[in-house]
């Protein structure tokens, strides 16, 4: 399984236990139909705004992490200091 089934998967799994079938979906993250069903198809070229929209109506979080997080946010913590 490659990860853009993978969050076709996840994206699925929540919208159905929301409720929501796919323009449901699509009208309350203000993206088209199309755009829903092709993620849960697991279409990799899809716009990272279209997916940041979905997550979020989903209210599904985006983590970033990777062995320099810590670093960098020291170093982010600094900059704004």
């Given at each position: 399984?490659?990860?853009?089934?993978?969050?076709?998967?996840?994206?699925?799994?929540?919208?159905?236990?929301a409720?929501?079938?796919?323009?449901?979906?699509?009208?309350?993250?203000?993206?088209?139909?199309?755009?829903?069903?092709?993620?849960?198809?697991?279409?990799?070229?899809?716009?990272?705004?279209?997916?940041?929209?979905?997550?979020?109506?989903?209210?599904?979080?985006?983590k970033?992490?990777?062995?320099?997080?810590?670093?960098?946010?020291?170093?982010?913590s600094?900059?704004?200091?």
């Amino acid at each position: 399984m490659n990860k853009s089934q993978n969050i076709a998967q996840i994206i699925r799994y929540h919208r159905k236990k929301a409720g929501l079938n796919q323009g449901e979906l699509a009208k309350l993250a203000g993206v088209g139909k199309t755009a829903v069903f092709d993620i849960e198809k697991g279409k990799e070229t899809i716009q990272f705004d279209t997916i940041r929209k979905i997550l979020y109506a989903l209210n599904i979080l985006i983590k970033l992490d990777s062995s320099l997080m810590q670093d960098y946010e020291l170093e982010a913590s600094d900059e704004k200091s």
